[in-house]
């Protein structure tokens, strides 16, 4: 673990606070709301408040009572004034120089003395730099030193005034103390607002001060100073309390010089970053308050120090799953945001991670000051909101990234964006999502010299490819918070994995619990044994091959589980249940209904989003203590264990690779809970030596895959990089494809051709396509460019695949001439993605029976698509058909009725069921088509002829979106709240966005049944961030507007 003191910190003075009293002459500090850090042994603590005795209240006068009783104090203060105006001879500069406040509490203290903004007083800020500090070895005026020690006992309003007088009767003389007195009650309100103005000027304190030396003070001139003290008096008496929260101001203050001090030693080359690795301390308290961390482990520090991260190099660092890993990048992204003030693009594999990220991070962005946009699905605005104020942190899945960097690129923002951060980096090597993570970097690598790439992951082998690739330096360490112990079951023993050892086992145990006959047939693998060790007091993850061996495995176990077990948090286990069941509408999935009440679950793709959320709270929260997932679970949300079980060494019916074992057993084990975790791989006699191969190999290598994926890879990497101008002929274009990974790796992926071969037959398959087009120009040079055509644009600008855009234009083309509108199932049609029609299998007799209940303009669809009635007709009665039609026309045009059922019914359940569908397959279908609509939206806005389609799938792509009643839309656009929720929401009272941004949280666990207190702040603080953002997004549009142009006609 990192010392506790790893983290520089800045050390201030404390302040201190002393009442004044009416007999006492002692000097005294006037309380200040701006807090001063008080130095600790470990440099840790945060910053303390000084003790005021209200935070929205002050004594203005401190102990006196009255000033109309102190005859005293105005004799004083009259007499001082007669003195100080009979000495004709007193030297200008130490006029100049009167001290109206306590010397030992100011004019000797260097950079730290901040005093309070309010109406009655002003903020001041003293360096033994400024020009007006008196010159300790020349003599003091004995006048002067009685002015300073009647001055020392009055309060600071009427020090205030004092001074004030001070300067008005000192005519043309203007002294450095004044301007920057009157500059900060003129600006009080404005500092507290903006951090900027907490930053120390280095223009004004190495200003040399502008003193007068004709000026003379004249009080006589005007009326008694005693009289003008009584006036002041009564009117700072009179004067309304300025009604803002001192503590309020004071963590703003702080909060924003501490950024300002950021900002610039961040820039600096020393290594010596500010109190929290170059961020304001207020983020280590976020740390601490919202994730429950304390300190860093000491790899974090280590990675965070390292001289290519100050240098801003790229950088891709390595460790075993559950290491840590998140954390660091979450530091860097603040650096970013807060210090730089840059934006960052987070990228992560899936959905559901981003949403969770969103949910996680939104809280910061409320407390810090910046904005968090999801980036996932249906969701992000394309070019991005150019914000003047705030920056914005963009986390997106990989096919939004690269929409979105395409976008910043056209609109020349690229620069904008300081950090990119790529989650599960591997996702490189697999298939058409990593081509397009391929594409994304290597256009941010080739645009852009100031963008910062940071690249983790688990599983990485062939990491100095990936370092080529990036231009990256590389960190790893083998550290896991929680010791994992491998284990390999076969039959009824247990073997340790020993990479030592000649065949990479040793004898462990073997297992210790007494099967009966039917137990044994029932559970030939032991799952039981070794599940009952564990369970209930520990979790424990049984990874299986499939969808239904998940919901057999968990029906198994709690069969023979002992009743004991039904015990363990029985109210939260009945309480699940009824949340299931109105998630369903009043169904529930009888396994579920069966294995819960024994805290056992499965899960995998089959749930719906709202299931899948309530099972994994649940098992986070110990209600349930088994889960029997699938593989996604291990690339999906965190959800570790004290033990993880692998059924068997397959993912459906391929064999485990080594990075897929690895990511799932890298779930063992939580840090802070267990001491250890373990992983255990039952195998059978025959794929033995199988296991011995892969428990002792490396992980495998992360090759392009650009060539692979002909249409999504090299040929969709080639229109954009014409279509955005980044490359235009095919010099430019070898050029571009030279900062490829794919160039990194020519020599293994292609022999027969070279890369420029093969980008000459991609550039020459998009002109038979018609989606390029060459345009040789007319000088002397004749040289051949390459141009972008409308329908070329409009494919890589909707991100549409290229196998099918010649399709869906022809299809849209077909839509213009007889568009059915009376329903919305011709555009759901348009709308229902190409690449789901293969997994279909159509239900004739349900085909015919949903066909049959559409109205006859409904069915006219079927006609203009090409599937009409006498086809379906016979295909349900089982008889011939001669005429051939096209398969994925029919499976489109059912999925279509699958979801137009859907958007009446808004019931996943109940569609499922209408179509013998899974109902984890109908939420799949419904939220591809969210996608796919909002990317052909895209599609038509880049061609005129479409503009007809522009609102019609506007509309859809939102009733996809959140497919529900209209009036859960707003809800349902925070991060983390799906429908169950929603409706919770929405009966509980809070029926709109701001309804939520203002809600307190402690109320809504109270109202709403099955929300923890951590839930209940995350999802107003994702209501906080939302609101935020809509309306920064509207001033923005404000300013904009009332922007005067630069190039109005007769202006100079």
């Given at each position: 673990?990192?010392?506790?003191?790893?983290?520089?910190?800045?050390?201030?003075?404390?302040?201190?606070?002393?009442?004044?009293?009416?007999?006492?002459?002692?000097?005294?500090?006037?309380?200040?709301?701006?807090?001063?850090?008080?130095?600790?042994?470990?440099?840790?603590?945060?910053?303390?408040?000084?003790?005021?005795?209200?935070?929205?209240?002050?004594?203005?006068?401190?102990?006196?009572?009255?000033?109309?009783?102190?005859?005293?104090?105005?004799?004083?203060?009259?007499?001082?004034?007669?003195?100080?105006?009979?000495?004709?001879?007193?030297?200008?500069?130490?006029?100049?120089?009167?001290?109206?406040?306590?010397?030992?509490?100011?004019?000797?203290?260097?950079?730290?003395?901040?005093?309070?903004?309010?109406?009655?007083?002003?903020?001041?800020?003293?360096?033994?730099?400024?020009?007006?500090?008196?010159?300790?070895?020349?003599?003091?005026?004995?006048?002067?030193?009685?002015?300073?020690?009647?001055?020392?006992?009055?309060?600071?309003?009427?020090?205030?005034?004092?001074?004030?007088?001070?300067?008005?009767?000192?005519?043309?003389?203007?002294?450095?103390?004044?301007?920057?007195?009157?500059?900060?009650?003129?600006?009080?309100?404005?500092?507290?607002?903006?951090?900027?103005s907490f930053c120390p000027d280095a223009e004004h304190r190495n200003k040399p001060a502008d003193f007068s030396s004709d000026s003379k003070c004249d009080l006589l001139k005007t009326e008694s100073l005693k009289d003008h003290l009584k006036s002041a008096m009564t009117g700072n008496a009179k004067a309304q309390t300025l009604q803002v929260s001192k503590t309020k101001q004071l963590k703003e203050a702080v909060l924003s010089e501490e950024i300002c001090v950021a900002k610039k030693t961040i820039e600096s080359s020393s290594v010596?970053?500010?109190?929290?690795?170059?961020?304001?301390?207020?983020?280590?308290?976020?740390?601490?308050?919202?994730?429950?961390?304390?300190?860093?482990?000491?790899?974090?520090?280590?990675?965070?120090?390292?001289?290519?991260?100050?240098?801003?190099?790229?950088?891709?660092?390595?460790?075993?799953?559950?290491?840590?890993?998140?954390?660091?990048?979450?530091?860097?992204?603040?650096?970013?945001?807060?210090?730089?003030?840059?934006?960052?693009?987070?990228?992560?594999?899936?959905?559901?991670?981003?949403?969770?990220?969103?949910?996680?991070?939104?809280?910061?962005?409320?407390?810090?000051?910046?904005?968090?946009?999801?980036?996932?699905?249906?969701?992000?605005?394309?070019?991005?909101?150019?914000?003047?104020?705030?920056?914005?942190?963009?986390?997106?899945?990989?096919?939004?990234?690269?929409?979105?960097?395409?976008?910043?690129?056209?609109?020349?923002?690229?620069?904008?964006?300081?950090?990119?951060?790529?989650?599960?980096?591997?996702?490189?090597?697999?298939?058409?999502?990593?081509?397009?993570?391929?594409?994304?970097?290597?256009?941010?690598?080739?645009?852009?010299?100031n963008t910062q790439i940071i690249g983790m992951s688990a599983t990485l082998n062939n990491v100095g490819d990936l370092q080529k690739f990036l231009q990256a330096e590389y960190y790893t360490n083998n550290f896991r918070p929680v010791e994992l112990k491998e284990y390999v079951k076969i039959r009824d023993t247990i073997y340790a994995v020993d990479s030592k050892t000649e065949n990479g086992f040793t004898f462990s145990r073997l297992l210790n619990f007494k099967y009966s006959s039917n137990l044994e047939k029932a559970d030939p693998?032991?799952?039981?044994?070794?599940?009952?060790?564990?369970?209930?007091?520990?979790?424990?993850?049984?990874?299986?091959?499939?969808?239904?061996?998940?919901?057999?495995?968990?029906?198994?176990?709690?069969?023979?589980?002992?009743?004991?077990?039904?015990?363990?948090?029985?109210?939260?286990?009945?309480?699940?249940?009824?949340?299931?069941?109105?998630?369903?509408?009043?169904?529930?999935?009888?396994?579920?209904?069966?294995?819960?009440?024994?805290?056992?679950?499965?899960?995998?793709?089959?749930?719906?989003?709202?299931?899948?959320?309530?099972?994994?709270?649940?098992?986070?929260?110990?209600?349930?203590?088994?889960?029997?997932?699938?593989?996604?679970?291990?690339?999906?949300?965190?959800?570790?264990?004290?033990?993880?079980?692998?059924?068997?060494?397959?993912?459906?019916?391929?064999?485990?690779?080594?990075?897929?074992?690895?990511?799932?057993?890298?779930?063992?084990?939580?840090?802070?809970?267990?001491?250890?975790?373990?992983?255990?791989?039952?195998?059978?006699?025959?794929?033995?030596?199988?296991?011995?191969?892969?428990?002792?190999?490396?992980?495998?290598?992360?090759?392009?895959?650009?060539?692979?994926?002909?249409?999504?890879?090299?040929?969709?990497?080639?229109?954009?990089?014409?279509?955005?101008?980044?490359?235009?002929?095919?010099?430019?274009?070898?050029?571009?494809?030279?900062?490829?990974?794919?160039?990194?790796?020519?020599?293994?992926?292609?022999?027969?051709?070279?890369?420029?071969?093969?980008?000459?037959?991609?550039?020459?398959?998009?002109?038979?396509?018609?989606?390029?087009?060459?345009?040789?120009?007319?000088?002397?040079?004749?040289?051949?460019?390459?141009?972008?055509?409308?329908?070329?644009?409009?494919?890589?600008?909707?991100?549409?695949?290229l196998a099918y855009c010649n399709l869906l234009y022809r299809e849209l083309k077909k839509g213009l001439e007889g568009l059915i509108l009376e329903s919305n199932l011709h555009l759901l049609y348009l709308a229902t993605p190409y690449d789901m029609t293969s997994n279909c299998s159509p239900d004739w007799m349900i085909y015919l029976r949903q066909f049959n209940q559409l109205s006859a303009a409904e069915q006219k669809v079927a006609d203009i698509v090409g599937v009409p009635e006498s086809f379906i007709t016979k295909k349900a009665?089982?008889?011939?058909?001669?005429?051939?039609?096209?398969?994925?026309?029919?499976?489109?045009?059912?999925?279509?009725?699958?979801?137009?059922?859907?958007?009446?019914?808004?019931?996943?359940?109940?569609?499922?069921?209408?179509?013998?569908?899974?109902?984890?397959?109908?939420?799949?279908?419904?939220?591809?088509?969210?996608?796919?609509?909002?990317?052909?939206?895209?599609?038509?806005?880049?061609?005129?002829?479409?503009?007809?389609?522009?609102?019609?799938?506007?509309?859809?792509?939102?009733?996809?979106?959140?497919?529900?009643?209209?009036?859960?839309?707003?809800?349902?656009?925070?991060?983390?709240?799906?429908?169950?929720?929603?409706?919770?929401?929405?009966?509980?009272?809070?029926?709109?966005?701001?309804?939520?941004?203002?809600?307190?949280?402690?109320?809504?666990?109270?109202?709403?049944?099955?929300?923890?207190?951590?839930?209940?702040?995350?999802?107003?603080?994702?209501?906080?961030?939302?609101?935020?953002?809509?309306?920064?997004?509207?001033?923005?549009?404000?300013?904009?507007?009332?922007?005067?142009?630069?190039?109005?006609?007769?202006?100079?």
């Amino acid at each position: 673990m990192a010392e506790p003191g790893l983290a520089v910190r800045r050390k201030s003075r404390p302040s201190s606070v002393r009442k004044r009293s009416r007999a006492s002459a002692q000097p005294s500090a006037v309380c200040s709301p701006v807090a001063r850090k008080r130095p600790s042994s470990g440099g840790e603590g945060p910053p303390t408040e000084t003790p005021c005795s209200n935070d929205s209240e002050e004594d203005m006068f401190g102990d006196y009572d009255s000033f109309c009783g102190n005859d005293s104090l105005l004799a004083q203060v009259d007499d001082m004034e007669h003195k100080y105006l009979q000495d004709k001879n007193m030297d200008i500069k130490a006029a100049e120089h009167i001290i109206l406040w306590n010397p030992q509490s100011g004019i000797h203290q260097k950079k730290q003395d901040h005093f309070s903004t309010s109406e009655s007083m002003v903020v001041l800020k003293t360096d033994k730099d400024d020009a007006f500090q008196m010159n300790e070895n020349e003599p003091v005026d004995s006048n002067q030193e009685s002015t300073e020690s009647i001055l020392d006992d009055l309060p600071s309003s009427q020090l205030l005034y004092f001074e004030k007088m001070d300067e008005l009767s000192s005519g043309s003389r203007i002294s450095l103390v004044s301007e920057r007195r009157n500059k900060c009650v003129n600006s009080s309100s404005d500092k507290i607002r903006s951090p900027s103005s907490f930053c120390p000027d280095a223009e004004h304190r190495n200003k040399p001060a502008d003193f007068s030396s004709d000026s003379k003070c004249d009080l006589l001139k005007t009326e008694s100073l005693k009289d003008h003290l009584k006036s002041a008096m009564t009117g700072n008496a009179k004067a309304q309390t300025l009604q803002v929260s001192k503590t309020k101001q004071l963590k703003e203050a702080v909060l924003s010089e501490e950024i300002c001090v950021a900002k610039k030693t961040i820039e600096s080359s020393s290594v010596d970053i500010g109190p929290f690795y170059g961020l304001p301390s207020k983020v280590k308290e976020l740390f601490r308050q919202f994730r429950g961390i304390e300190t860093l482990y000491e790899w974090q520090h280590d990675c965070l120090m390292l001289e290519s991260l100050q240098q801003r190099k790229n950088l891709i660092y390595s460790l075993p799953t559950s290491g840590g890993k998140t954390l660091v990048a979450e530091i860097i992204i603040l650096q970013e945001l807060l210090c730089r003030q840059k934006d960052v693009l987070m990228i992560l594999p899936y959905v559901a991670i981003v949403q969770e990220k969103v949910r996680g991070l939104s809280s910061f962005g409320i407390e810090l000051g910046f904005l968090v946009e999801e980036y996932a699905g249906s969701k992000g605005r394309f070019p991005p909101i150019k914000r003047r104020k705030k920056k914005s942190l963009y986390i997106a899945t990989i096919e939004k990234g690269h929409a979105l960097v395409n976008s910043l690129i056209e609109t020349e923002r690229i620069d904008d964006l300081g950090l990119v951060v790529v989650d599960e980096l591997h996702m490189l090597g697999e298939g058409s999502r990593g081509a397009t993570l391929e594409i994304t970097l290597a256009k941010i690598l080739y645009t852009s010299k100031n963008t910062q790439i940071i690249g983790m992951s688990a599983t990485l082998n062939n990491v100095g490819d990936l370092q080529k690739f990036l231009q990256a330096e590389y960190y790893t360490n083998n550290f896991r918070p929680v010791e994992l112990k491998e284990y390999v079951k076969i039959r009824d023993t247990i073997y340790a994995v020993d990479s030592k050892t000649e065949n990479g086992f040793t004898f462990s145990r073997l297992l210790n619990f007494k099967y009966s006959s039917n137990l044994e047939k029932a559970d030939p693998d032991h799952i039981i044994a070794l599940v009952t060790e564990v369970i209930p007091k520990y979790s424990c993850l049984i990874f299986c091959p499939t969808k239904k061996n998940c919901e057999n495995v968990a029906s198994m176990v709690c069969k023979y589980l002992k009743k004991d077990f039904r015990a363990h948090r029985e109210k939260e286990k009945q309480d699940l249940i009824k949340n299931l069941k109105n998630i369903g509408n009043g169904s529930v999935c009888p396994v579920l209904k069966q294995t819960i009440p024994f805290g056992i679950a499965y899960h995998h793709s089959g749930l719906t989003n709202d299931e899948r959320r309530s099972i994994e709270e649940a098992y986070s929260t110990g209600v349930l203590c088994l889960l029997a997932c699938t593989a996604t679970l291990a690339a999906g949300v965190n959800l570790p264990a004290r033990r993880v079980i692998l059924r068997a060494p397959y993912v459906a019916s391929d064999f485990l690779k080594k990075n897929q074992y690895k990511q799932m057993i890298g779930r063992a084990g939580r840090a802070g809970i267990d001491s250890a975790g373990e992983s255990i791989l039952i195998v059978q006699e025959k794929d033995k030596h199988l296991v011995q191969d892969l428990v002792n190999s490396p992980l495998e290598n992360c090759y392009s895959n650009l060539l692979l994926e002909l249409t999504k890879g090299m040929q969709s990497c080639l229109l954009s990089l014409v279509g955005l101008k980044i490359a235009v002929t095919h010099e430019e274009v070898n050029s571009f494809m030279c900062s490829t990974l794919l160039s990194v790796q020519q020599h293994l992926l292609f022999k027969e051709k070279s890369l420029s071969e093969i980008i000459k037959d991609g550039l020459e398959n998009l002109i038979e396509k018609g989606l390029l087009k060459r345009r040789i120009s007319e000088d002397h040079n004749s040289k051949c460019t390459l141009t972008i055509t409308p329908l070329g644009k409009a494919t890589y600008k909707g991100s549409i695949d290229l196998a099918y855009c010649n399709l869906l234009y022809r299809e849209l083309k077909k839509g213009l001439e007889g568009l059915i509108l009376e329903s919305n199932l011709h555009l759901l049609y348009l709308a229902t993605p190409y690449d789901m029609t293969s997994n279909c299998s159509p239900d004739w007799m349900i085909y015919l029976r949903q066909f049959n209940q559409l109205s006859a303009a409904e069915q006219k669809v079927a006609d203009i698509v090409g599937v009409p009635e006498s086809f379906i007709t016979k295909k349900a009665s089982g008889q011939a058909i001669r005429k051939n039609m096209d398969s994925a026309v029919v499976n489109r045009l059912y999925l279509s009725f699958v979801l137009y059922t859907l958007l009446k019914e808004t019931n996943i359940w109940s569609v499922s069921e209408k179509f013998n569908m899974s109902r984890g397959y109908v939420q799949n279908l419904l939220n591809s088509a969210a996608s796919f609509a909002s990317c052909v939206l895209h599609f038509c806005e880049e061609l005129e002829e479409f503009w007809v389609y522009k609102a019609l799938l506007t509309e859809l792509t939102k009733q996809l979106t959140y497919c529900v009643k209209t009036e859960l839309i707003p809800l349902m656009e925070v991060a983390g709240v799906l429908e169950a929720r929603a409706k919770q929401l929405y009966n509980a009272g809070y029926k709109t966005l701001a309804h939520l941004a203002n809600a307190n949280p402690e109320t809504l666990v109270k109202m709403i049944e099955h929300l923890s207190r951590r839930q209940a702040k995350q999802i107003v603080s994702s209501a906080k961030m939302l609101l935020s953002e809509k309306a920064e997004a509207l001033q923005e549009e404000v300013e904009e507007l009332l922007k005067v142009p630069t190039d109005i006609p007769g202006t100079y």
